[in-house]
């Protein structure tokens, strides 16, 4: 078992950036695929991006690519991600989550990724 919780939300102008954290505890021993995903309350949950247990494989989705940086430091057992030049459209929850690979399945598919955060709330205007 993974507990994830997920820290660093905010409200911030367009243009402007913040860091999230994702703090696992329990099983922290496996080595896991981590994931940042995305929700608004009108849509489904949306993949934003991942990274390997290395920390050396990092992927984006096209809308966040260049913007959005993954990733994660093992000793303290804690993901981050950069955002920067964050737009309107960045606004949602943003929840962490863990898997056994990066590999084999689709990374944007919810229902492969086995444990999940809370979430923390981003806010951007315009």
């Known amino acids: 078992q993974v507990q994830l919780v997920e820290s660093g939300g905010g409200s911030v102008q367009a243009g402007g950036s913040l860091r999230l954290s994702c703090a696992a505890s329990?099983?922290?021993?496996?080595?896991?695929?981590m994931g940042w995903f995305r929700q608004t309350p009108r849509n489904e949950r949306e993949w934003v991006s991942s990274?390997?247990?290395?920390?050396?494989?990092?992927f984006y989705a096209d809308s966040v690519k260049g913007r959005f940086t993954i990733s994660r430091d093992n000793g303290k057992n804690t993901l981050y991600l950069q955002m920067t030049s964050l737009e309107p459209a960045d606004t949602a929850m943003y929840y962490c989550?863990?898997?056994?690979?990066?590999?084999?399945?689709?990374?944007?598919?919810?229902?492969?990724?086995?444990?999940w955060g809370q979430g923390t709330e981003v806010t951007v205007s315009s």
């Open positions: 990274i390997t247990a290395s920390g050396l494989g990092t």
């Open positions: 329990g099983d922290t021993d496996t080595a896991y695929c």
């Open positions: 989550a863990a898997r056994r690979s990066c590999f084999g399945d689709p990374l944007a598919a919810v229902t492969t990724w086995t444990y």
